[in-house]
């Protein structure tokens, strides 16, 4: 979803993130407001106020977006839905909860504050811009009466109730509520969503076709991205769904590969990774487990020094990083080694291998629950 992103501040406990493609299109809203939608609104106005109009406009969209997610987040919050961060990005915002709502409940209320936020800042941008319209020919009256019509067009698409935006998370919860099912108004909902971003895509490409060349593109972005996220999102419930309750016990592989911290690298790589295929190997000395070395490890390393350096030379301590516990929470496993980019964690007991859990392992369990209990295959 991100490019690279950057941390700004903390707000109410929330982390406030914004990811580079937030310049770009903070950039492009304001070359827009500058140069056409505040020039056909108000004559006379000298170049640079337009420009220092269109970046108001731009940074009270923005502004406006961050309001609108911590709505959502402060929601969550109260029914212990942790909230990770907030990030501002080229498509608006997201508050990215670590968990699934515990409830239709938790759904509908978290998914409909967003839209209740916006709502009342269209409606203090609205009243400000009628007040200061007793001031004829002053610039922020057109900045105000844009952050309020914007804001209201944003909770009209985002009420659309095609999953993930808000409408759809709605009525996520209202066929959760009747079904009593996560996963069953998942489907729907996600389905209305990819099927929502399918039509954006079309009309992107006849608008695009049709001479629109920026609105069409822009149509297309939009409806890649909800596509995307739609069966993502399905996909993330169906993971939750079928690693609920595990613990990594059972997915763990006792029967370990390990290095010593004498082997050299060139043993390491001919000996051990190209015939094992993995890309990270625990290291014992005399059956105590020091830490791990990965190929990313080795490759820091000159090749011509393969033959000279050791493994204990370059391993990696145990960390919270590169280990787990068999007890630990299947899910939130899974959610660290995607987070850390990692494919295998050793499995540690009072200083001792216990064994290895691999992400290939737990995606095969996933996609052989899926498919028995789902009635076809589909692989997260």
């Avoid at 941390?7 to 493609?21: M, R, T």
């Avoid at 770009?24 to 337009?50: M, Q, R």
């Avoid at 009747?178 to 954006?200: E, N, Q």
Wanted: hydrophobic content about 50%; aromatic content about 12%.
């Amino acid at each position: 979803m991100y490019t690279k992103r950057f941390k700004l501040f903390n707000l109410l406990g929330f982390p406030i993130y914004v990811d580079l493609s937030w310049f770009l299109i903070v950039l492009l809203i304001t070359w827009s407001l500058a140069t056409n939608l505040f020039p056909f609104w108000y004559d006379g106005f000298e170049n640079a106020t337009y420009w220092w109009m269109g970046l108001a406009g731009a940074i009270g969209l923005f502004v406006s977006i961050l309001a609108h997610e911590m709505g959502h987040s402060i929601v969550a919050r109260q029914f212990d839905m942790p909230v990770r961060s907030i990030t501002l990005f080229i498509f608006g915002g997201v508050a990215e909860l670590s968990q699934e709502p515990p409830s239709a409940k938790a759904e509908f209320f978290v998914a409909i504050a967003g839209p209740i936020v916006s709502v009342l800042v269209a409606i203090a941008c609205f009243v400000m811009a009628i007040v200061a319209e007793a001031r004829p020919g002053t610039p922020i009256v057109g900045v105000l009466w844009y952050l309020g019509i914007i804001n209201g067009v944003l909770v009209a698409f985002n009420m659309i109730p095609a999953f993930p935006l808000d409408g759809g998370r709605v009525l996520r919860s209202i066929l959760w509520h009747v079904h009593g099912s996560l996963r069953w108004s998942t489907r729907i909902t996600s389905s209305i969503g990819s099927g929502f971003g399918l039509l954006l895509i079309l009309l992107g490409v006849l608008n695009f076709v049709g001479g629109n060349i920026v609105g069409g593109m822009w149509q297309f972005l939009i409806g890649m991205f909800l596509r995307g996220a739609a069966q993502m999102s399905y996909q993330q419930v169906l993971i939750r769904r079928a690693l609920e309750g595990e613990s990594i016990d059972r997915f763990m592989q006792t029967n370990v590969v390990t290095v010593w911290p004498s082997t050299t690298l060139r043993e390491l790589v001919d000996d051990y990774v190209y015939q094992y295929h993995h890309k990270m190997f625990p290291v014992l000395d005399q059956q105590r487990l020091v830490g791990c070395v990965t190929t990313r490890d080795v490759q820091q390393v000159p090749q011509d020094q393969w033959a000279q350096r050791t493994v204990g030379e370059i391993l990696q301590p145990c960390g919270n990083e590169n280990t787990t516990e068999r007890s630990a929470d299947a899910m939130q496993t899974l959610a660290r080694m995607n987070q850390g980019d990692v494919s295998r964690l050793m499995v540690v007991q009072n200083d001792r291998l216990e064994g290895i859990v691999s992400l290939k392992d737990l995606m095969k369990f996933i996609a052989l629950k899926v498919e028995l209990e789902e009635g076809h295959p589909e692989y997260p």
